[in-house]
């Protein structure tokens, strides 16, 4: 009795991996990606208005099509747009659509489509809050955001492969933020058929249409053959939202892709993973700091903050605590970014000019009393705010109390900061990652007095003088890094920030994928038809 | 026994009233801005109103509850806050059917090998397979399911290495990705029924009748499989409602491990993302499951011991 029952379990985990394997298709990874977006069970929407994470505006980016987009080395190319000229005020951009630009149904993709999706986007009943953010300069948009206006004025079908768009003031990074998913085109004759249902099975205007969406699970894209650069390779994007899993599916080869999203493969993993021809590891145009509550002592005081930053040993922080796995950083611009080959000189580890700045801000340990840093729970944050603590109470004598958050209150407590600065944060561990590579997405829009991210209330009227320049100023590359430079300078001397370092992002790419670059903005698809998986 | 079961009908509506209530005010109460999750921790305080207003957020409690409920009676759980315009009833029928057929599938394995195990080891109580088997099933018992995920996906690896056959470590959609969730899910209570079910024969053959079916000359087949099973399958069912429940809730580690799309998973990610109207409705719908789990268990427990129901 014993041998049998013994057989009988043999023979059923026999079965079992023979039904397995049966059931695997060999050829089933034959043309398609698999690329794995972790963080997310589900895609929160199709229609790019929207998306508002970086995994919905990855799936975005491969369904539709905008006027624009980034080349692999972020440089604005032209895409359902062939082409542009700008006016010489630079109010006034005009694009001339693709001949036979179509959507994955075959119907035309006219100017009239453009301005649709750029309204849509902007419409309060809409939904979705990247329209209002990124599309703002176009003229009249604030009227369609709040409602007051159901016709965007600055955007005007001239004619079927004709747009023109007026905006508020030129500027340079204007091509930019229409490289962003808000700016993507949508069929204006489905989504006005079927106002809500359409999202589901989009008509797309991009490299990609959906083939099928397994809610909760994966969505499958199959090449547009309708866009001008049409794909051979059918991508499929599973949603785990767990990165260990994401991770252990890769090592058995059930994915291409792992780790692209924000928080990459998981740190336990860096070193056995670094080893592979799989891995690749870029420096994010991101930056963690510290930002101060600018407002109430004692960081009101720039000779507090300035004691603060230099009692902060950087190099350690990155090489030794975080074992190297981050770029130490001394200013603003992540690396990258245009303007961050211009110097900057920060503020590097010196603990005596510590203890000068408090002195010269005539306050002691003593008189400051305790000081709260308060940080979102996630990832290597605790040991990171738990170094900082001990730096500031080592080299200042300083005493740093840690107030732990989960992530979601720790942002409706910096959007307290933001409304009631006397009654908000004095001190939190935070990152800025970028919308787009232009610097004023880190100069202005975090520092300019008043503006929606500077959280900390951080002032200064020659900074404002400098951004408010740069941000209109058009043609002259060289003279608006320039101004950009000069603010960061100053906002880096004053400590608008505490700049601490640059994440890295570690991921694994499948060495047969050809035709995906990584870069501090992720992964790019330069050319849809040059992407392949070889053997 | 009607009038017990009758008693339990009339009382679940308050439950599940007072559980809507409680799960409602602790979301609400929970510090966290379902706006702001949405909007990714942006300040552009136009939009934060607009949203907020859309959903309800801006009134006062006591009309989002009561909408809420009024809702809920209409059979209308409201809109996902996260998958704007996204049908919460859509998204969780999804999640129920998932997790159901997993959960019946890791109950039916863990039934079809723990009570022959029981009733192997138990026929022969201190016997050497008894110690052997027992002692393998209370390591299932108590080996926490995220260890027992981390030790199959590292055999299933060393397989993969080899070039072996090896098995999705997470995922849904194929029948391959059921293997491994439904053998971690299935070994907890696997093993407590096995032990429960050596227990129960242990107990049974001690009884008189037993001796007097051995007395009466039966075969000792005869008498196990007539006279000491069917007695002993009492204790074991009633666990089984409890267990689903167990099973239940295990999935919630199991299912978001193996990113299983289940209601356990949609809960889980519901609360990281502040999606009230997900939580709520999840919550209501794995209490009304226990619930309505232990009212059949009675039920069954009922119809099968004559004694339960003359004093029902």
Known sequence: MKTKHTLHLTLLSVLLLLLSMALTPVGAQEATLRWSLEGINDLVSLDPAKASDSQGFTAIGLLYGGLVRLDGDLRVIPDVAESWTTSEDGLSYTFTLREGAAFSDGSPITAADVVWSLTHALDPNTGGWTGPFYLSNIAGASAVADGSASDLSGAVAVDERTVQLTINQPSAYFLSQLTFGSAKIISKAQAEADPTGWELAPLTSGAYQVQEWNRGQNIVLAPNTYYWQAPSVSIALSFNPDSETAYQLYRTGELDIVGSQQNGIPPAHVAEASALPDFQSTSLFAVRYVGFNNTIPPFNDVNVRRAFALAVDKATLANDVLQGTVVASDRILPLGIPASELPVEGLSYDPEAARAALAEAGVTPESIGPVTLTYGVEGDNERIVTVLQSFWQENLGITVTLEPLELTTFSARLNETFENPEAGLQAYYSIWGADYPDPQNFISQQLRTGVGNNNGHYSNAEFDALVDQADVLVGDVENRLGLYNQAEQIAVSEVGWLPLYNPRLNILVNPNVQGIVFNGQGLIIPDFSALAIGS | ?312
């Open chain 2, 1 to 312: 026994m009607l009038k017990l079961i009758a008693k339990r009908l009339v009382s679940l509506p308050f439950v599940v009233i007072s559980i809507t209530f409680i799960t409602f005010i602790v979301g609400y109460m929970a510090p966290g801005d379902p706006i702001l999750a949405m909007l990714g921790g942006r300040t552009d305080p136009a939009a934060y109103e607009r949203l907020k207003h859309s959903y309800g957020l801006d009134q006062p409690w006591q009309d989002q509850y009561l909408d809420y409920l009024s809702g809920l009676l209409r059979g209308d759980l409201g809109l996902s806050f996260r998958f704007q315009g996204r049908p919460v009833a859509d998204i969780i029928a999804s999640g129920i059917s998932v997790s159901t057929a997993l959960g019946i599938a890791a109950l039916a394995g863990s039934l079809v090998i723990g009570i022959p195990v029981g009733l192997w080891a138990g026929v022969h109580p201190n016997s050497k397979r008894d110690r052997v088997s027992m002692i393998l099933m209370l390591m299932l018992y108590s080996i926490p399911s995220f260890v027992l995920i981390g030790l199959l996906r590292w055999i299933n690896y060393q397989f993969y290495l080899r070039g072996l056959p090896s098995l999705p470590v997470a995922g849904w959609g194929r029948p391959e990705h059921w293997i491994m969730p439904v053998i971690v899910l299935a070994s907890a209570s696997m093993g407590y029924i096995a032990r429960l079910t050596r227990v129960s024969m242990l107990e049974v053959q001690k009884q008189d009748y037993i001796r007097t079916a051995h007395a009466k000359g039966l075969y000792n087949r005869r008498v196990l499989w007539t006279h000491a099973l069917r007695n002993a399958a009492l204790p074991i069912l009633t666990v089984i409602g409890p267990s689903i429940a167990f099973v239940v809730t295990g999935a919630f580690v199991v299912e978001n491990l193996f990113s299983i799309p289940g209601i356990g998973f949609l809960s889980v990610q519901a609360i990281q993302q502040r999606d009230y109207p997900v939580i709520q409705s999840t919550t209501v719908i794995l209490a009304l499951s226990v619930l309505v789990m232990n009212l059949i268990t009675d039920m069954l427990y009922m119809a099968v011991d004559p004694r339960v129901r003359v004093e029902g």
